[in-house]
């Protein structure tokens, strides 16, 4: 039986917008308002999953159309809608802005799961004129339904009166505003959620909530973005068989401020086949026993005092992969597991010393895209974001060749060290098996 409920697309016409800063606010909104509201963003990016947590209170998950079929991309936001009274997806950059023209956009997602488009649209310094881009998102793709807008960064009751005017004349659905504000900030996406952080982003959440019930028309949002939840799919239930409960093998995840860019469907995925128990190496835990360590990226290279001083564990990665112990490692993780981390002043830090290899933060640049490999007879997707490099990539030669969007190869490294797997990027497991990497 088909249900009906609140499901849309925050998107844009191009990235800066707001569209961010206004999901987060309006998450918090709808969990004033006392509904379960589960959060998606569209992309490979965490950090801003992450904001639409501690917005909503319930983990955001993401949709992507390179890292997974548009049949996987339909389970999986089924999976998480069915028991949820409002669905909010976060698009990304612009609207029709994709990998490959609108390939992987926004507006892909949009299309592809049936969901009505809210466009937050940044209003400072034009009037009149957003009248044209409004027609032009309206009607570029006719599989694309632009139901209303929210205009950001409005100046006055004069200015709006103009915005509103462009809207009655495309046809368009006038939801409100957000007016010029200077002390709205999110943090820096490479600060993302260190130590402190959450309270700031819990706060901002509020601040804008209190704002959008000011001068947004929530209801009438709700009202013309309702629609049935029929998206028909094949997924990680199917794909990914569970083992009855019987000889399960145990994951030990790593799981801090260090360490917590982890895909929400990876670990459901992993979930139905092994038991997984977290440890904190922030927290000087020690290594818990397992079949499996697996450390995710994150921010290593902010703790790396603590880390390097938590001596047991790294004695203890050692051991276990010395005995064959399957560890793998992503970003943040491979990082951890190198010999040493020269840190953005050059200062060394000794790391666990699992991998003989060494990273530095010295000259940061960033390395930034879809990564595809073919590895153990999977096809491997993936995102690649980081600001570190391995120094003396020979010492250790690379386990297969990675590919861009384009097909070109690129220089991001997989390594295989004994049973250790570890590089930048990080993988998408929806409809792979992680345990045949070892295959």
């Not at 949009?110 to 034009?126: F, G, M, Q």
């Not at 632009?146 to 006055?156: I, L």
Request: net charge negative.
């Amino acid at each position: 039986m088909l249900s009906v409920k609140p499901q849309f697309l925050i998107g844009a016409a191009a990235s800066g917008s707001g569209k961010t800063t206004f999901t987060m606010g309006l998450l918090r909104v709808l969990k004033r308002k006392g509904m379960c509201v589960q959060p998606f963003k569209c992309g490979p990016d965490y950090i801003d999953g992450k904001f639409h947590t501690i917005a909503a209170g319930r983990e955001s998950v993401n949709l992507d159309t390179w890292m997974a079929s548009e049949c996987h991309v339909g389970e999986v936001y089924s999976h998480y809608a069915k028991d949820a009274s409002v669905c909010v997806v976060e698009g990304v950059m612009g609207l029709f802005d994709g990998y490959d023209r609108m390939k992987g956009s926004s507006a892909e997602i949009a299309a592809l799961l049936k969901l009505p488009v809210v466009v937050v649209l940044n209003a400072r310094s034009s009037a009149y004129t957003v009248a044209a881009i409004l027609y032009g998102l309206k009607n570029f793709m006719p599989g694309v339904e632009v139901a209303g807008v929210v205009f950001n960064q409005v100046g006055s009751a004069s200015h709006y009166s103009y915005l509103k005017a462009a809207c009655a004349d495309v046809g368009v659905a006038d939801l409100g505003y957000l007016p010029k504000v200077s002390d709205i900030e999110i943090p820096s996406r490479h600060l993302g959620l260190t130590i402190g952080k959450e309270n700031e982003i819990d706060a901002l959440s509020d601040k804008v909530a209190d704002m959008i019930e000011q001068y947004v028309d929530v209801e009438r949002l709700l009202e013309i973005s309702s629609r049935s939840l029929d998206i028909e799919g094949v997924g990680s239930d199917v794909l990914i068989e569970t083992n009855g409960g019987y000889d399960r093998p145990k994951i030990a995840l790593a799981k801090d401020a260090a360490f917590n860019f982890i895909y929400k469907e990876n670990i459901d995925v992993l979930s139905k086949k092994a038991d997984i128990v977290t440890f904190s190496p922030l927290a000087g835990d020690e290594l818990p026993q397992a079949d499996y360590v697996y450390l995710p990226g994150g921010y290593p290279e902010f703790f790396v005092g603590e880390l390097s001083d938590n001596i047991r564990l790294g004695e203890q990665l050692r051991s276990f992969a010395g005995n064959g112990g399957r560890i793998f490692a992503e970003c943040g993780g491979m990082m951890y597991l190198c010999r040493k981390l020269v840190a953005q002043d050059g200062v060394s830090y000794p790391m666990s010393g699992v991998l003989p290899l060494e990273c530095t933060l010295e000259k940061m640049r960033l390395h930034l895209g879809y990564r595809a490999a073919d590895y153990r007879g999977m096809r491997l997707k993936g995102h690649e974001f980081h600001y570190s490099s391995v120094v003396e990539l020979e010492v250790l030669p690379s386990d297969v060749c990675q590919y861009n969007v384009k097909g070109s190869a690129v220089d991001t490294p997989l390594y295989r060290y004994k049973n250790v797997i570890a590089g930048y990027t990080h993988w998408y497991w929806g409809e792979n098996d992680f345990f045949k990497l070892w295959d």
